[in-house]
């Protein structure tokens, strides 16, 4: 069993749309959480970085970390078109137990327009 | 402010045949890391540098890859000799290394196919 565990998608919606998307977590000693985007033959954009359980939000992106049940969600709103991309979830441990992210396998979206 | 820069970005090579990947990260970033991504999945990490010290290799199979940080800037990643299950993304990453909230920012990769 994997780590981090990510639905595969494909996710398809309207254009204008919530886009939700999720990972579940084993390790409790993960404290870091990310949300990288990634285009087609490009590398990781980092979007969104949360420590600990809670929420954070810059512009129509939304990330939420709960701990207890370990699983963070990314919501996307007013999807746009641009926004067709990869998703891939991220996690690491505090940094005296070394800097390792550990991703999930991603999330591919599709925004239609 | 230049971003991770690899190449090439894309390298194809018939088996057993050695390749390399070169990084130069971003301008006083201390920490560089070396991802492996397969079709489908997520980056796994290969090699971990701080300055020119490996810190972290217990991914890096030793046995056909090797790695380099000279004077602890660029990088390279050699495959000797390569195999047809090589095929995949080698992604960049660096860091500037300090703190707890440490953000890695990733290259656009360089894409393998081992025929």
């Not at chain 1, 809670?54 to 992106?61: A, L, S």
């Not at chain 2, 299950?85 to 953000?103: H, I, K, N, Q, W």
């Amino acid at each position: 069993q994997k780590e981090v565990e990510q639905d595969p998608g494909p996710l398809s919606v309207p254009e204008g749309a919530i886009v939700s998307l999720n990972c579940t977590y084993s390790n409790s000693a993960f404290q870091y959480f990310m949300w990288y985007r990634q285009y087609s033959r490009k590398g990781p954009e980092l979007l969104m970085y949360t420590y600990s359980s809670g929420n954070k939000e810059d512009g129509r992106f939304t990330a939420q970390v709960d701990k207890s049940s370990k699983y963070i969600s990314l919501f996307i709103r007013d999807s746009q078109p641009s926004d067709s991309a990869t998703y891939l979830c991220a996690m690491r441990k505090v940094k005296a137990a070394g800097n390792k992210l550990t991703f999930g396998g991603g999330t591919r979206v599709l925004v239609k327009p | 402010e230049a971003g991770v820069v690899q190449s090439p970005r894309y390298k194809i090579i018939e088996k057993k045949q050695p390749v390399a990947f070169w990084c130069n990260p971003i301008s006083g970033h201390n920490t560089l890391y070396w991802y492996l991504q397969n079709l489908g999945q997520g980056p796994e990490l290969l090699i971990r540098y701080e300055n020119e010290e490996a810190v972290d290799d217990s991914q890096l199979p030793k046995d056909r890859f090797s790695a380099e940080r000279l004077k602890g800037v660029d990088s390279t990643l050699k495959i000797q000799p390569a195999e047809l299950g090589d095929s995949a993304v080698y992604l960049c990453a660096s860091s500037l290394g300090l703190g707890e909230a440490d953000t890695q920012y990733f290259g656009p990769g360089t894409r393998l196919t081992v025929l």
